[in-house]
Nanobody, 115 residues
């Protein structure tokens, strides 16, 4: 049974930093490309960052230079370090494989950036 648990969100002022984490079980984590997705109120869920199984990373243009995705295969965990946060980064953040799988969604972690 697949279980994905995101954590580390919170309330931060604009310009601040947060690191969110995602622990996955029930999948062969190391062979999967992993991604962080986010969904803001009234908007569609979007893919923010990808880390390939080999370690290459890719970012949504609006977060390039501010966010950094990393993974620890020994812990089946993927991280997203978010710096210079902006109010428009406010969303629920989720992790999933890339491409995403319907039954891999966790509950997400709320990130709120105040201006």
């Amino acid at each position: 049974q697949v279980q994905v648990v995101e954590s580390g969100g919170g309330l931060v002022q604009a310009g601040g930093s947060l690191r969110v984490s995602c622990a996955a079980s029930g999948i062969i984590f190391s062979v999967n490309d992993m991604g962080w997705y986010r969904q803001a109120p009234g908007k569609q869920r979007e893919l923010v960052a990808i880390i390939a199984s080999g370690g290459n990373t890719y970012y949504l243009d609006s977060v390039k230079g501010r966010f950094a995705i990393s993974r620890d295969n020994a812990k089946n965990t993927v991280y997203l370090q978010m710096n210079s946060l902006k109010p428009e980064d406010t969303a629920v953040y989720y992790c999933n494989t890339v491409p995403r799988r319907r039954n891999y969604w966790g509950q997400g972690t709320q990130v709120t950036v105040s201006s």
